[in-house]
């Protein structure tokens, strides 16, 4: 016995040197890593909201809220991780000593409880996961496309389950070593009276069974038992400390810190208004400082080294679970976009390069260049131009990252050298840009044009200027936007937007041709000069006219206005259209009446992203539906924070899509499948794209033998329009 207590003293002790010294190693080369970025200012502070923030995160798991199962399973290994240290910590000196427990707190009832219902907690959470795993995992002898389907195409499979699998071994012995414990103490009679459910509560029974074996029978199971444990969480030390890209082990320790570090400490995931462009001091750029600007600044990020720290941090963190590819509307239409793809891309880019950069800049008193740096993203290949381009923002990916990964950020930061720096952009976006420069709009009609939704109206639209003095005279300032002036569909929503407030009896203006693009699809397309050159214009017009609070039908205006302008000084108060007439419809000053013909309609509603899952809107849409009679709601299958993307956003209004299934026939076909009449929507550009959609998907199933034939072609309208239809008749 004491020979063998020996050698496994000897083993631990090699195995535990050995392992820390390795995973400090990873550690310092994660560090290295990440400082290789820009600063990102604001991070830290403030101490005290971040950390309940976190706290809340951890316990809370709230990323995890349509997953119930595998919420309770990650949570329990979650929490098993730094309790179940406590018997790695008991482990060494039961090597030494198989009756030894932890000084004060090792027989502790309500610790010696939490372990154990923790312990086996993780235990049936770990098998559920493996389980998970091998269940939707990519299988190699079904077609490509097939495989794409699952979250875990793409990661590495080899990782995942090396690290499940020390997790069950870990929490077996952790068990096992309960049970011997129980059984060795009932032996010993200065030790008999821990020998009960008391201190044993759920491993008691276990124990039990070991109650014929001979006392150095039990010690040597335990020195074994407590051995095992101890290598096997070592070699687990090695592995990932060799491996510093291996994110499935390492976002135990980084994601706590990349929570904490997260754009907003209110708990906010990263989406609504983007990151400002900044400076390699990390302060934001704005026109009127570019000639103060170095002759060789970088504007965005076209190197790794131009990201900033914590987007490094959220390459190294991320997990490989695939839930934002699950939930990524390009890569589900056929599309090379997945978020988790570029991520894991620009991880192995950034490691592979950090070490070069930073002997860099420690001084190595080389005066060449050093060819590591500045290697373009895009065109070294790390990053698919068609990667790049596919993405439509809609923030899938940064609501679904139980790691809080800033996906669009990174894209956009990306997207913004290209087109600053590099003048790499579509061809379709060169016609926008231009467009938006000469016109004021992506449609690159002229401004006197602005108005013309309002002819035919039995009153008069009062334009501030002209009609009214200023927009402190009216109760709201009705912003337009391009495509309410501009496109036909829209043009509608626009027009009953107008009459309703005109029944409700809610004063209104509009700007006319003062109005220009907000230079939404600027910014999402890189072009943050021409963003700022817009909203500048706008905020300046915005406060001539006295504007205090605005209606907006476009969720892009919205989100713009109410949420990007403060960051070039314009702050206004902002409601989308939905939510002032579900006000106006509460407050009965709009009332609906029932169809003539008492029949039921069924209508299915289409969140758009930058409403509902860029500023949480989703109530009031459905609100309004409720309200009116004879409407019968039937939800898609992705709705709320699950809501698939209609295509437009990113710009990619103005793009085509040349890969793969278009993003709109897609979720127009979802839609069409509840069997709806009315496919409603609160955003332009949704109604378009839908409405496209749905003609294409009509177009494709002519055939009487296509089941969607069967179904029928709804109609794509606002809710505005829907509300009009029924207000009129009253």
């Known amino acids: 016995m004491d020979l063998l207590r020996g050698v496994c003293l000897a083993l631990v002790v090699v195995a535990t040197v050995g392992g820390v010294a390795v995973f400090v190693r990873g550690v310092m080369r994660i560090v290295a890593t990440v400082r290789i970025g820009r600063p990102a200012p604001g991070r830290f502070a403030p101490v005290g909201p971040r950390l309940g923030m976190l706290l809340r995160e951890l316990i809370g798991h709230g990323r995890f809220q349509h997953k119930p199962a595998v919420r309770v399973a990650h949570w329990a290994v979650m ?63 079904r077609p490509e496309a097939e495989q794409r389907r699952s979250r875990f195409f793409g990661s590495n499979q080899a990782q995942a389950y090396f690290v499940e699998a020390t997790v069950l071994l870990v929490v077996a012995a952790a068990l096992t070593l309960r049970g011997l414990e129980y059984a060795l103490a009932s032996q010993d009679p200065a030790t008999e009276h821990l020998a009960s459910a008391w201190h044993f509560p759920l491993t008691a029974w276990y124990g039990g069974l070991w109650s014929g074996a001979s006392t150095s029978v ?55 208004p983007l990151m400002p462009l900044a400076g390699p001091d990390g302060s934001p750029i704005d026109l009127n400082a570019l000639e103060d600007l170095p002759d060789d600044v970088r504007l965005g990020a076209g190197a790794v080294e131009d990201l900033t720290w914590k987007a490094l941090l959220d390459v190294s963190t991320c997990t490989e679970c695939g839930r934002c590819q699950d939930q990524c509307p390009a890569w589900a239409t056929g599309k090379p976009l997945s978020p988790k793809l570029f991520t894991l891309a620009l991880r192995d880019h950034a490691a592979a390069t950090a070490p070069y950069l930073q002997a860099t800049r420690a001084g190595s008193g080389e005066t060449e260049p050093d060819p590591h740096a500045g290697i373009d993203l895009v065109a070294s290949g790390v990053i698919d131009p068609d990667v790049l381009w596919a993405c439509t923002t809609c923030g899938a990916c940064v609501q679904q990252c139980p790691v809080d990964i800033e996906h669009v950020d990174t894209i956009l930061d990306i997207r913004r050298y290209q087109v600053l720096m590099e003048s790499a952009f579509p061809n379709e976006l ?81 700007l006319g041709d003062g109005e220009t693009c907000t230079g939404d699809p600027a910014r999402r397309a890189g072009n943050e000069l021409l963003y700022q050159m ?81 500023n949480q809107i989703y109530s009031p849409p459905r609100e309004l539906l409720g309200a009116l009679p004879g409407v019968e709601l039937a939800e898609m299958p992705r709705n709320k924070e699950m809501s698939f993307c209609c295509g437009a ?16 026939t897609t979720r127009a076909a979802e839609a069409v499948a509840t069997g709806a009449d009315v496919i409603a929507t609160a ?48």
């Not at 060799?242 to 400490?265: D, E, I, K």
């Not at 009459?499 to 009896?505: C, F, P, Q, S, T």
Request: glycine share 8%; proline share 6%; net charge neutral.
């Open 430 to 510: 060169g016609g926008a840009f231009t467009k938006l420069e000469r016109q004021g709009n992506p449609w690159g009609l002229p401004a006197r044009a602005r108005l013309d939704w309002a002819k035919g109206l039995d009153f008069e639209v009062p334009v501030v200027g002209a009609d009214v003095e200023s927009a402190a005279d009216v109760d709201y300032l009705f912003w337009v936007g391009c495509a309410g002036a501009y496109e036909d569909r829209a043009k509608k929503t626009t027009r009953a937007v107008a009459e309703l407030l005109h029944i409700a009896g809610v004063s209104f203006a509009v």
């Open 218 to 272: 039990l010690e040597t199971a335990i020195v074994v038992t407590a051995t095992v444990k101890i290598l096997v969480s070592m070699s687990w030390f090695v592995v990932v400390g060799l491996q510093p890209t291996m994110g499935v082990a390492w976002h135990r320790f980084l994601a706590v810190v990349n929570v904490y570090a997260r754009r907003t400490s209110d708990g906010r995931p990263a989406l609504g």
């Open 79 to 141: 929490v098993s991780f730094p309790l179940l240290f406590l018997t790695l910590v008991s482990g060494y000196g039961q090597v030494a000593d198989p009756s030894y427990g932890l000084p004060v707190i090792g027989h502790l009832p309500p610790l010696e409880w939490a372990i154990e219902a923790i312990a086996w907690l993780s235990l049936f959470g770990i098998i559920g996961l493996i389980r998970l795993r091998l269940r939707i995992r990519p299988r190699a002898d």
């Open 534 to 614: 817009l909203a500048a214009q706008n905020v300046e017009t915005l406060n001539e006219v006295g504007a205090q609070r605005i209606v907006v039908t476009c969720a892009h205006c919205f989100n713009t206005i109410s949420r990007e302008y403060p960051q070039v000084g314009g702050r206004f108060e902002v409601v989308h259209h939905t939510e002032l007439l579900d006000t106006l419809v509460a407050d009965g000053r709009l009332v609906p009446t029932a169809a003539p013909e008492a029949s039921t309609t069924t209508v299915t509603y289409h969140d758009p992203c930058y409403l509902g899952r860029h």
């Open 683 to 730: 955003c332009p550009y949704c109604t378009v794209m839908l409405s496209d959609g749905v003609a294409a998907g009509a177009a494709a199933a002519a055939s009487p033998a296509d089941p969607r034939a069967q179904v029928g072609v709804p109609e794509v309208a606002d809710i505005a329009v829907l509300l009009l239809d029924r207000v009129r008749r009253s």
């Open 649 to 664: 956003g990113g710009a990619r209004m103005w793009m085509e899509e040349s890969i793969g299934t278009r993003i709109s």
